[in-house]
């Protein structure tokens, strides 16, 4: 039986995924590769006026958009970890002259976790969250590749 892994990213940090935030900022590496969902719990991140009309336009969308969009308690998407390195690798050099330039959503001091083809769920699907990289029951797995499936999945409205 087909079981995802699941990343809890909290909002409004996971809307800001399923619209092109393309690096996850966390505090430990990990060495998953291949498809994860996208998963928003209850608790969200009290980031601020500034920096949620930051993200807004980062993403595209009115403040207005952004909260209709809310979803939490729920798998929101289906995306696939395809690299991550730490922004001080000097391999690696995320920043010149303070400037992030691997991705504007990365942050100084993190794991960058780099995401790729990420496909939103039309019907976010209810499920409860976890710390780290925690699998999906196969129920919820189910349900949610159920939509990714289909050729086309577009933006939840
Ligand atoms: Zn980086």
């Given at each position: 039986m087909t079981t995802l892994k699941a990343l809890s990213v909290r909002q409004p940090w996971a809307l800001a995924i399923c619209h092109g935030k393309d690096t996850e900022n966390r505090t430990r590496p990990t060495r998953h590769r291949g498809p994860i969902a996208i998963h928003a719990p209850k608790a969200w991140d009290d980031v601020g006026r500034f920096t949620l009309l930051w993200i807004a336009d980062m993403i595209g969308l009115t403040p207005y958009q952004a909260a209709e969009r809310d979803?939490?308690?729920?798998v929101l998407a289906v995306a696939e970890i395809v690299g991550c390195h730490r922004h001080r690798d000097s391999t690696h050099p995320c920043h010149a002259d303070g400037a992030?330039?691997?991705?504007?959503?990365a942050a100084r001091g993190y794991w960058h976790w780099q995401l790729a083809n990420v496909r939103p769920l039309q019907h976010p699907v209810p499920a409860r969250g976890a710390a780290g990289l925690w699998p999906l029951p196969p129920d919820v797995t189910a349900a949610v590749l159920a939509q990714t499936e289909n050729a086309q999945s577009p933006l939840p409205q």
């Amino acid at each position: 039986m087909t079981t995802l892994k699941a990343l809890s990213v909290r909002q409004p940090w996971a809307l800001a995924i399923c619209h092109g935030k393309d690096t996850e900022n966390r505090t430990r590496p990990t060495r998953h590769r291949g498809p994860i969902a996208i998963h928003a719990p209850k608790a969200w991140d009290d980031v601020g006026r500034f920096t949620l009309l930051w993200i807004a336009d980062m993403i595209g969308l009115t403040p207005y958009q952004a909260a209709e969009r809310d979803h939490r308690g729920a798998v929101l998407a289906v995306a696939e970890i395809v690299g991550c390195h730490r922004h001080r690798d000097s391999t690696h050099p995320c920043h010149a002259d303070g400037a992030p330039i691997c991705s504007p959503w990365a942050a100084r001091g993190y794991w960058h976790w780099q995401l790729a083809n990420v496909r939103p769920l039309q019907h976010p699907v209810p499920a409860r969250g976890a710390a780290g990289l925690w699998p999906l029951p196969p129920d919820v797995t189910a349900a949610v590749l159920a939509q990714t499936e289909n050729a086309q999945s577009p933006l939840p409205q």
